[in-house]
């Protein structure tokens, strides 16, 4: 069993910069991916950057590309979002999820999920 808990949400001005964390719990496996997700108020909920834990690859939305990074720290267990340049449009509740197919992640398909970080971003 995998467990997802994430932290560092808040509330920023808009152009400032966040880092959000998942912390990973429970067994890993071949080809386990977290992905960063986020729901903004009445809107679906979208995929945003995932990562391949073995070999850090990574995959972004095109609208978050230039700004947001995603990596991890194997010895932690934490995956990170670097949420920079900021805009309004980027509040949200932020989400990590994680499976074992990276083709799936990046489509919200997901095992395991996170309870969510809410990101603010003022004008």
């Known amino acids: 069993q995998v467990q997802l808990v994430e932290s560092g949400g808040g509330l920023v001005q808009a152009g400032g910069s966040l880092r959000l964390s998942c912390a990973v719990t429970g067994r890993t496996f071949e080809y386990f991916t977290v992905g960063w997700f986020r729901q903004a108020p009445g809107k679906e909920r979208e995929f945003v950057a995932a990562i391949l834990w073995s070999s850090g690859t990574t995959n972004y939305a095109d609208i978050v590309k230039d700004r947001f990074t995603i990596s991890r720290d194997n010895a932690k267990n934490v995956v990170y979002l670097h949420l920079n340049n900021l805009k309004d449009e980027d509040t949200a509740v932020y989400y990590c999820?994680?499976?074992?197919?990276?083709?799936?992640?990046?489509?919200?398909?997901?095992?395991?999920w996170g309870q969510g970080t809410q990101v603010t971003v003022s004008s």
């Open positions: 999820g994680a499976g074992g197919a990276a083709a799936l992640i990046t489509r919200g398909i997901c095992d395991y």
